[in-house]
């Protein structure tokens, strides 16, 4: 596409003349840079075998400043281990699968194996492991919240995710855990934690629907919010026919809202103000402009006691404060691993373009010298 467009301003001769110099040039540029020049993949990960003799190299394509002196010497038969064969005789090894695979794959998944590394290496510093049995007993438990057996999770939830089982267990679950036994010590439960939760999930809670506008739509609610708040005929009509698909579904209607629970003060207050059938004021959200209608007020269950719910909701609150701290941690680990990145572009093509480019200016020089600069 860049040498088409590059040529794009040439006569039908310069353009044939040029890009079938270009052609020829690029093809045989991307042979010998394939066969000669070191690329970032197989230099930075691909350990050099000598038959006659050890030796310690620095990756060839790394920068100065990243090189290192003190990689070790391994003798490693990753080159000639055979993992297919065609033709019976024919022998295709790991080498060769491994390179395939970086060509196509190797940039997607490189961000992934830099994490992994991190996770991994900061959690063998404290000790930190995770068995198979966990990673198993994890999944299970997911299987058991989303209420679905592992057949339906792998044809139908994997899929869309594009993953397999095996990476679902080792790319998702195993971090995840490893994550969450490197941030518990971090994670405090006060009374007044406890006590929130305790209101949130046993005390009042108020029934209402939402209408729930864009931002930069200020003027729509203005002129709106008369009708909407003066009649449940236009009320319902908005919920039923407003942006959102999801709230539109239900005509507004969410589920109870309850104290500490949306992470919104306002709109909390707001909702615990209204008696059945009163409408909020306009009331400002990330997400947008809402108005609530409240339907009715649900009054507290008085049956449950603090104590006898407290092993249960303090679980619960240190599984929430862990997932809020992983983020936390993990970007103050990456900044300590500083990783870089060498392996550029999505295929091996792509790592070429810096290489090839300076022939294509070459050619396209060439011809306007031919052509007298036009």
């Not at 301003?9 to 890009?19: A, E, P, Y």
């Not at 438990?141 to 993953?163: A, H, I, S």
């Not at 619960?316 to 870089?340: L, T």
């Amino acid at each position: 596409m860049n040498s088409e467009s590059n040529f794009s301003s040439k006569t039908d001769w310069q353009k044939r003349i040029g890009l079938g110099v270009l052609t020829l040039g690029v093809a045989l540029t991307a042979m010998l840079v394939l066969k000669k020049v070191p690329q970032p993949k197989v230099a930075a990960e691909t350990p050099q075998v000598k038959t006659e003799a050890k030796q310690t190299t620095s990756p060839a394509s790394l920068p100065k400043s990243l090189q290192t002196s003190n990689i070790p010497s391994t003798n490693s038969d990753y080159s000639s281990r055979v993992v297919a064969y065609v033709y019976d005789n024919m022998p295709i090894t790991r080498e060769e699968l491994g390179e395939y695979l970086i060509a196509r794959y190797g940039t997607e998944r490189l961000d992934l194996l830099c994490n992994k590394k991190i996770i991994d290496n900061e959690c063998r510093k404290v000790g930190i492991e995770v068995t198979a049995a966990e990673v198993e007993n994890s999944l299970s438990e997911d299987l058991k919240g989303l209420n679905v057996d592992r057949k339906t999770f792998v044809d139908k939830v994997l899929k869309n995710y594009r993953k397999n089982l095996y990476e679902w267990k080792e790319d998702v679950i195993r971090p995840k855990l490893m994550l969450s036994k490197l941030v518990r010590s971090r994670v405090k439960v006060t009374d007044e934690d406890i006590k929130k939760a305790f209101d949130a999930y046993y005390g009042e809670k108020v029934e209402c629907r939402i209408v729930m506008y864009e931002k930069g739509f200020e003027r729509a609610v203005l002129s709106d919010y008369p009708r909407l708040r003066d009649s449940e005929e236009e009320f319902h009509k908005a919920a039923k026919n407003q942006k959102s698909s999801s709230l539109a579904a239900t005509a507004g209607k969410i589920r109870p809202i309850a104290r500490n629970t949306t992470g919104n003060d306002e709109l909390e207050k707001a909702a615990f103000a209204l008696q059945p059938n009163e409408v909020s004021p306009v009331i400002g959200t990330p997400e947008g402009l809402i108005i609530v209608k409240c339907d009715k007020r649900i009054p507290a269950d008085t049956t449950i006691n603090l104590e006898s719910v407290r092993e249960k909701i303090t679980a619960e609150i240190i599984e929430k404060k862990i997932a809020a701290e992983i983020p936390v941690a993990f970007a103050e680990m990456r900044k300590r691993a500083n990783p870089k990145l060498i392996l550029q572009g999505t295929n091996q093509m792509d790592d070429l373009t810096k290489t090839i480019a300076p022939l294509i200016k070459e050619v396209d020089d060439a011809l306007k010298a031919v052509s007298g600069g036009k």
